[in-house]
């Protein structure tokens, strides 16, 4: 987070157009990207290729680009998108027919209005977001407390749960803990996430983990 | 874990996961129909505004370590605890971001430098011309 600050300063510069700005982003970022793109593609002419696509996406849409979000984020979320397209082309992902990005393979989430169609008709974009706001500042919390008191194996549980969506069972053997141990992290969890959650208007039917538990 | 769970259906469909991990991942969805399928439903509930935990955790980096934890990580100068949760967030969450920041900071440490010197030069060449100045 240390880098947030002076990320801001970066982007103010280079919105006035100041070109050695824009080289010290490059010099910050372009290392990163490289490595999340050539583990996919063990192309380095074509990674090369997805990189610089990244940063034109990234100065493309700079002018709907929000300050006050982490840049790091910002980025790999163009590169990953830029990558998905670029895997399309090759016929490595066939069977997804339609895209997340648009013309320019910026993520349509990252756009003004939010493009993604199916959603805008089931809610508005912006009610979405704030949704989506509630639920990370109340799962970020409850990870801050449990890195803060130490508690890395509820930590640990828990990723396990919700990110890899492993069954308990596996996660009560990877850990080396009960899979009583495990349901109750996750009924725990889910308990204090819903109650912060809910007081947001976001309710138990829209988050799949609640709806499912 | 052999199985495929639909957290990483959709770990793979942000291109979330390790380069392994995609391909384990890749590979089983061109084989089955019912993989597809499970694919395109979650396709489909994130069309219709859905949330998942999952997501927002792994899209919202809320337990990545920072920049300078991984540099340290890499000098073994941190916590054993944090080393150790560090090693599994990288090796059994297998998340990309941080596998990335890994690989470049021990590039970064190997690195010769006229070579990553002159692609960044390119990178700045190609894209300069974008920058847009206030009117």
Known sequence: ?213 | MDTISDADLANFMDEALSAEEMVRIETAVRASAALRKRFDGIRQARDRGWHSAGAIWRGHHLSCPTRSQLGSFLLDALDPQWQDYIRFHTEVVACRMCLANLADLKARQEEQAPTTAERRRRVFQSSVGHIKRKK
């Open chain 1, 1 to 213: 987070m240390a880098s947030v600050t002076s990320d801001k300063l970066l982007i103010d510069k280079i919105r006035d157009g100041d070109a050695e700005s824009w080289q010290q982003l490059i010099d910050r970022y372009e290392g990163r990207l490289r490595a999340f793109v050539l583990s996919r593609l063990n192309d380095r002419d074509d990674t090369e290729d997805v990189v610089q696509e990244t940063f034109i996406g990234f100065l493309t849409s700079l002018p709907n680009f929000d300050p006050n979000r982490e840049l790091s984020t910002y980025l790999f979320s163009i590169a990953a998108h830029k990558l998905t397209d670029h895997l399309r082309r090759q016929g490595r992902r066939p069977w997804e027919a339609t895209t997340d990005s648009d013309t320019e393979g910026r993520p349509l989430d990252e756009m003004p209005g939010r493009a993604r169609a199916a959603s805008s008709i089931a809610q508005s974009g912006e009610g979405h977001a704030a949704e989506e706001r509630a639920l990370a500042e109340a799962l970020g919390e409850l990870i801050r407390q449990w890195i803060s008191r130490g508690q890395f194996e509820r930590l640990k549980c828990m990723e396990l749960l919700f990110v890899r969506g492993w069954p308990n069972k596996e996660v009560a053997a990877r850990l080396d803990i009960t899979e009583q141990t495990v349901a109750n992290y996750k009924h725990q969890t889910i308990g204090q996430l819903q109650k912060l959650v809910r007081s947001a208007g976001v309710g138990d039917e829209r988050v799949l983990e609640f709806s499912s538990s």
